[in-house]
């Protein structure tokens, strides 16, 4: 067995971990190691360029987890997980959202989450971005560049025009101010040259030469390490000749940062999670930690699909640039649904179903901002290498299925307007014979996918809520040494696409850490 030592370890060098070791290695006094499972993404055009994203769906860059069968949703439905230097910022169509304030301050006021208001982090958002935007609220030399999609394409201008005319007027994303009822082209986290801004090139690349910085692809974690205090010594590894096991040690901390399915997935294989579930498995019980795995939560995405009376734009940012926002009901503070507008076909889950497709067509996606099912994510068996039991319980709430049937009813309105008549074809899918509430909730049903936002597994909260497995400095209750950062510490998921968000707690994380140190 052979065996490496630095004074903290991050687990995963995905959206927060690349963040987390990229700060901390900051300070030249200490070492750092960053393990990744997946390959670099150093040189490989087919990470790097944005506009190739939807090909690494299922591809060799995705764990590409099945989920349980659903009792109210598409079984058929996979959750892509990157396996990637950069994580799912390698991976996504690189929408870049700040959180909305009040979900920030949700965070804290009501799950208990201290420090993670919106006065707190806001500046951490500023820090990490290089924003095209002007204004005192952005950042301009963060290592993150983010840009406004320029608005080029002539069906999605369109497209704005008549939500317009149905009473969505267009509207500013990342201003500060939560957009309720607005629509516009999005903001994106990618370069002018069509590079995506990930966390791997935002915060890796440049310091690959750092002496003090070790980057270790294609080691996959088996099980973590405590001594008889319960600290956390280090991680086992499947070392890069895939028959033995590596030690990685940390003589300071390590952080989990292997996802919202295998951060959990870890702990629990490491001993941490719900007892009843680890003895299950033959699991020995180190903590009993019922909300490891629990609470998943998802923005469930329906689609509406039109073919198009005009040739449909053949370049693209990322083919996924306009976003709408607004609400089902009086009095909320931020948008219950969002769509986002495609200039391509997605028949994902609908061709299966033998609804008729196109390669010249545009489509709506309305998705549930903050959805009420909850999920788990449990061990399949104690072997490391066994994709775990995924199951999102879509569905369950019925306020998640009003909101997209809701949706499915808005898009219909927006593309009846006067301004869409020169783009608007025939529906494809669900198709005009599928009108009543329960005909578009069958559809729903039938072909939903997700916006690919898992998050909430491992979630932080006071130190006294039992089902909080994090506490709000991240640290996992129990045990000393050990943190979580990655979007399943999230107590609620955000309004938006949480990307961003995500790298502002890779942010924090090294934050707390860095005072930790500095505290002795």
């Known amino acids: 067995m052979s065996e490496d030592r630095f004074d903290y370890v991050?687990?995963?060098?995905?959206?927060?971990?690349?963040?987390?070791?990229a700060r901390l290695s900051e300070d030249p006094e200490v070492t750092v190691a960053l393990v990744e499972a997946g390959a670099s993404d150093v040189g490989d055009d087919a990470i790097l360029q944005l506009d190739r994203w939807m090909a690494l769906l299922e591809s060799g860059y995705d764990w590409d987890y099945p989920i349980e069968p659903q009792a109210h949703g598409n079984s058929f439905m996979r959750h892509a997980r990157?396996?990637?230097?950069?994580?799912?910022?390698?991976?996504?169509?690189?929408?870049?959202f700040w959180p909305p304030r009040e979900d920030l301050d949700e965070w804290s006021a009501k799950f208990g989450a201290r420090g993670w208001e919106s006065a707190?982090?806001?500046?951490?958002?500023?820090?990490?971005?290089?924003?095209?935007?002007?204004?005192?609220?952005?950042?301009?030399?963060?290592?993150?560049?983010?840009?406004?999609?320029?608005?080029?394409?002539?069906?999605?201008?369109?497209?704005?025009?008549?939500?317009?005319?149905?009473?969505?007027?267009?509207?500013?994303?990342?201003?500060?101010?939560?957009?309720?009822?607005?629509?516009?082209?999005?903001?994106?986290?990618?370069?002018?040259?069509?590079?995506?801004?990930?966390?791997s090139v935002s915060y890796v690349h440049p310091i690959l030469g750092r002496e003090?910085?070790?980057?270790?692809?294609?080691?996959?974690?088996?099980?973590?390490?405590?001594?008889?205090?319960?600290?956390?010594t280090g991680v086992d590894v499947l070392d890069a000749d895939l028959i033995h096991t590596r030690t990685i040690h940390a003589t300071r901390e390590v952080v989990v940062s292997a996802g919202v399915i295998d951060s959990p997935k870890l702990l629990m294989l490491s001993g941490i999670g719900p007892t009843a579930h680890l003895r299950e498995h033959n699991i020995e019980?180190?903590?009993?930690?019922?909300?490891?795995?629990?609470?998943?939560?998802?923005?469930?995405?329906?689609?509406?699909?039109?073919?198009?009376?005009?040739?449909?734009p053949t370049t693209s940012t990322q083919w996924w640039e306009i976003g709408i926002f607004t609400t089902t009901e009086e009095g909320l503070d931020r948008p219950d649904l969002m769509f986002h507008y495609g200039s391509v076909p997605f028949d994902m889950h609908t061709a299966r179903q033998g609804y008729p497709t196109t390669e010249n067509g545009f489509c709506l996606t309305p998705n549930v901002t903050h959805a009420r099912s909850r999920g788990?994510?449990?061990?399949?068996?104690?072997?490391?290498?066994?994709?775990?039991?995924?199951?999102?319980?879509?569905?369950?709430?019925?306020?998640?299925?009003?909101?997209?049937?809701?949706?499915?009813?808005?898009a219909r309105e927006i593309a009846a307007q006067d301004a869409l008549r020169n783009?608007?074809?025939?529906?494809?899918?669900?198709?005009?014979?599928?009108?009543?509430?329960?005909?578009?909730?069958?559809?729903?049903?039938?072909?939903?996918?997700?916006?690919?936002?898992?998050?909430?597994?491992?979630?932080?909260?006071p130190?006294?809520?039992?089902?909080?497995?994090?506490?709000?400095?991240?640290?996992?209750?129990?045990?000393?040494?050990?943190?979580?950062?990655?979007?399943?510490?999230?107590?609620?998921?955000?309004?938006?696409?949480?990307?961003i968000t995500t790298m502002m707690i890779g942010e924090r994380c090294a934050d707390l850490m860095k005072a930790a140190r500095a505290q002795g």
């Not at 991050?10 to 070791?21: K, L, N, Q, T």
């Not at 003090?212 to 956390?232: E, M, P, Q, S, V």
């Not at 529906?427 to 559809?443: N, R, S």
């Open 285 to 312: 019980v180190l903590v009993d930690s019922g909300g490891v795995g629990s609470y998943l939560q998802d923005h469930p995405e329906g689609v509406i699909q039109w073919s198009a009376k005009q040739p449909m």
């Open 10 to 21: 991050v687990v995963g060098g995905g959206s927060a971990g690349a963040v987390v070791a």
């Open 82 to 96: 990157a396996k990637v230097l950069g994580g799912c910022s390698s991976h996504n169509s690189c929408i870049a």
């Open 423 to 461: 783009w608007v074809g025939e529906e494809l899918y669900p198709g005009p014979t599928v009108q009543t509430d329960a005909e578009i909730e069958e559809y729903i049903r039938r072909t939903h996918n997700t916006v690919y936002h898992p998050s909430g597994t491992v979630r932080m909260g």
């Open 376 to 410: 788990t994510v449990r061990l399949r068996s104690m072997d490391y290498r066994d994709k775990p039991l995924v199951d999102p319980r879509y569905f369950t709430d019925p306020h998640d299925m009003r909101v997209m049937v809701h949706g499915i009813k808005l």
């Open 463 to 499: 130190e006294e809520d039992a089902m909080s497995p994090l506490d709000p400095e991240l640290r996992v209750k129990g045990v000393r040494g050990l943190r979580v950062a990655d979007a399943s510490v999230m107590p609620e998921l955000t309004t938006v696409n949480p990307n």
């Open 120 to 199: 707190n982090t806001f500046p951490l958002l500023t820090r990490l971005e290089n924003n095209s935007e002007e204004g005192p609220l952005h950042g301009h030399d963060g290592p993150v560049r983010i840009r406004t999609v320029p608005p080029v394409d002539p069906c999605g201008v369109a497209l704005l025009d008549a939500c317009e005319q149905a009473g969505i007027p267009r509207a500013r994303f990342n201003t500060g101010e939560t957009v309720v009822n607005g629509a516009n082209f999005f903001q994106i986290n990618a370069r002018e040259d069509g590079v995506r801004a990930s966390s």
């Open 212 to 232: 003090n910085f070790t980057l270790l692809t294609g080691l996959r974690a088996k099980k973590l390490n405590f001594d008889a205090d319960k600290r956390c």
